[in-house]
């Protein structure tokens, strides 16, 4: 009787013992595996970039999520030349990028439609330290890989729905280490970037057709429109979120051709801005990216 509390104790007490080791191993584990993540770089879970439904990198960094706007960037590029919508069944490259002068960085990016589905398809280009991840319903994300984690840009390949699925929305988070070998104080960034469908532009034309040129040397827009309708023009620009940045009349339209300098603030930040051109209550938007 003696001899079995005396076991029942022991093996109590060896349990304890495997609990308080088991404990120990599992923050070291835990340690382990965000230095690696940190270190080695090997890409952050799916479903991390803060889009519709999805969790964020503060899934394993500690502390809070912070607005990327103005930090993060998307920018599409076709050949040389930079994008702010796409054609249906294009490919175009996809550089993204974000403030950072921490040794150590991360992304993960992702492009919904407005139903909140994969919008397009995705090719890594070699070298540029990327990799495809598979998440949940089969979406792609494109994160960093071991080679890439020590860059702040990155770059890839997006091949457009092969119709006209109209905005498609690139979400993005980007993390700023601090290299102190575990999950704190890291910040996780935030941003969506919207790019629109030619056809979906040309469709909400009325009687005008528009193309807008951004003149870096001179920080200005180029506008060339067709208008059936004469009258006092006006451009009001807007950033993606519908916010008014800048807003003046450029005098008389004439019925046909008409060409038109616009000087920008000097203040205006780099980004994808909406212009709107009204011509006798005529209306006409296009997207530019302004560098």
């Keep these: 009787m003696n001899k079995n509390y005396v076991f029942v104790f022991l093996l109590a007490a060896a349990s304890g013992s495997l609990a308080f080791v088991h404990t120990s191993n599992y923050n070291e584990e835990q340690t382990q595996y965000k230095n690696s993540h940190l270190a080695y770089g090997n ?12 969790s964020n990198c503060t899934s394993c960094h500690s502390g809070s999520t912070q607005s990327g706007t ?7 590029t076709e050949g040389l030349n930079p994008v702010t919508s796409y054609t249906p069944g294009t490919t175009y490259n996809i550089g993204v990028s974000f403030t950072s002068s921490a040794a150590k960085n991360g992304f993960q990016i992702l492009a919904l439609n407005g139903s909140n589905a ?7 280009i070699p070298s540029t330290g990327t990799q495809v991840i598979t998440g949940s319903a089969g979406k792609k994300y494109v994160t960093h890989n071991s080679s890439g984690n020590q860059q702040s840009s990155w770059a890839f390949q997006w091949t457009a729905p092969s119709s006209n ?3 498609v929305t690139f979400y993005l988070a980007t993390n700023e280490t601090n290299g102190n070998g575990t999950s704190s104080g890291d910040i996780i960034r935030l941003s969506q970037h919207i790019f629109g469908s030619e056809a979906g532009l040309d469709e909400k034309t009325t009687g005008m057709e528009l193309q807008v040129t951004y003149l870096s040397d001179n920080n200005s827009l180029s506008l060339s429109y067709n208008s059936l309708k004469a009258g006092e023009s006006r451009i009001n620009l807007t950033d993606l979120s519908g916010k008014s ?11 046909g051709e008409n060409t038109k300098t616009v000087k920008l603030p000097a203040s205006l930040k780099g980004g994808i801005y ?3 051109l009204n011509v006798n209550n005529t209306f006409i938007s296009k997207k530019i990216y302004i560098l």
């Design 245 to 255: 940045v800048f807003d003046e009349t450029i005098g008389n339209t004439e019925i």
């Design 43 to 54: 890409g952050s879970d799916a479903g991390r970039t803060g889009a519709p439904g999805e």
């Design 118 to 124: 994969q919008a397009g398809t995705i090719t890594i």
């Design 165 to 167: 699925v109209g905005d």
């Design 70 to 76: 103005g930090i993060n960037t998307v920018v599409m």
């Design 274 to 276: 909406i212009v709107h």
